[in-house]
């Protein structure tokens, strides 16, 4: 991804209905309907947008994986877990927490089940496992994207791997000794909000 790609491509088959209903409208001379559309594209591509971040170089610190709010933090003398829920208004791309020499990408087939209270039990399912973390990716509308391939060599802090739009993702911290400096309700963005430090 760069700054040249103003949108997400996972945005393109929508574009592509808002597009056709405007010709439609304009055709049919359905002047409301194409204001609609009009409207509905503008919106589209903001929930799409392309943000390009510079991520900070800073030792011992752990990255917001994804635009969202946190909804629940669970820390033992092992581990840290953080919940961060996604909305359609959020940015989607999935982004490393921590800088890894490697990376590991598990993918579980299942549905999207928004509604259901067996999602996170029945849902697709993407983990992606590093040095000191990991990360579980719960879509519940949109089907998410990952990086091409299972596993990947030496990937910096805050590289893109992913993308997902409405849903959850929650990121296990594996290292015992870690400070979070984040409450639940907090607005986290991708790359740039700390989240934590690694003693």
């Not at 000191?132 to 091409?148: D, G, R, W």
Request: charged share 20%; aromatic share 12%; glycine share 8%.
């Amino acid at each position: 991804m760069n700054g040249i790609q103003i949108v997400a491509k996972e945005s393109l088959n929508g574009i592509i209905a808002f597009f056709i209903w405007i010709l439609f409208c304009f055709f049919v001379d359905f002047s409301f309907g194409l204001f609609l559309g009009v409207v509905g594209i503008l919106l589209w591509c903001w929930a799409f947008r392309n943000p390009e971040r510079i991520a900070m170089q800073k030792d011992n610190i752990i990255l917001a994986p994804i635009d969202g709010e946190v909804i629940g933090i669970e820390k033992t003398e092992k581990s840290c877990l953080i919940t961060i829920k996604v909305r359609f208004f959020d940015a989607g791309f999935i982004r490393l927490p921590l800088e890894s020499k490697t990376i590991k990408i598990t993918q579980k087939s299942g549905l999207l089940l928004y509604f259901s209270d067996l999602w996170k039990k029945l849902n697709q399912q993407i983990k992606i496992k590093g040095a000191h973390f990991e990360m579980l990716i719960l879509p519940k509308v949109f089907a998410p994207s990952s990086i091409n391939g299972s596993n990947a060599l030496h990937v910096a802090i805050g590289q893109r791997v992913g993308f997902m739009k409405v849903g959850e993702l929650q990121l296990h911290i594996t290292k015992p000794q870690v400070d979070i400096c984040i409450n639940v309700g907090d607005k986290i963005i991708s790359g740039q909000s700390i989240i934590g430090y690694l003693k």
